[in-house]
């Protein structure tokens, strides 16, 4: 019997990586007529060293949020999928999207792109997708292609043209 995945997780975080798995990601809900669950966490760490933190900031980034989230779920629902929906989730983006969020909304697939991060933050921060793959429970698909299953240059190779 093949595989049939009912939930599946995307990660959104405004790169050309999450874009790509996102466009992925509802090919493979609609072949599977799946549920899509759209994530985007907001790294509260991030905020810690502002000196001057005040709510308003957070209110800000979260409204840029609901915004952008709210053009993927009908970009997607466009496409011809039904079931879509958006979280913003709060904290560390390593442990929410590789443990905390698939675990409480039963995913069973999770589409991530290769990478959001430039190279000294990978090499500082350790990368999210590396984590997920290492500590998610149910399958993790990591997005290295585009629609064409052509392969995506390097950010570094990006920067050179």
């Known amino acids: 019997m093949l595989q049939q ?9 405004g790169s050309s990586e999450s874009e790509l798995a996102f466009k992925k990601a509802v090919a493979v809900a609609k072949r599977n007529q799946a549920e899509l669950l759209l994530v985007h966490v907001i790294d509260t760490r991030a905020f810690q060293n502002v000196s001057s933190f005040d709510s308003a900031m957070v209110e800000e980034v979260s409204e840029t949020a609901k915004t952008s989230m709210a053009r993927y779920v009908q970009k997607a629902k466009d496409e011809g ?3 879509v929906q958006y979280f913003i989730e709060y904290g560390s983006p390593k442990t929410i999207l590789g443990r905390e969020f698939p675990k409480r909304e039963k995913v069973d697939l999770i589409m991530i792109g290769a990478t959001g991060l430039n190279a000294v933050e990978r090499l500082l921060l350790g ?4 984590f997920v793959t290492r500590n ?22 990006k920067k050179d043209k």
């Open 136 to 157: 998610a429970t149910c399958d993790v698909l990591v997005v290295r292609t585009d629609l064409n299953n052509q392969p995506i240059p390097p950010l570094e190779d």
């Open 81 to 83: 999928l039904e079931h």
């Open 127 to 130: 990368s999210v997708t590396e």
């Open 5 to 13: 995945y009912k939930k599946i997780q995307v990660a959104i975080d």
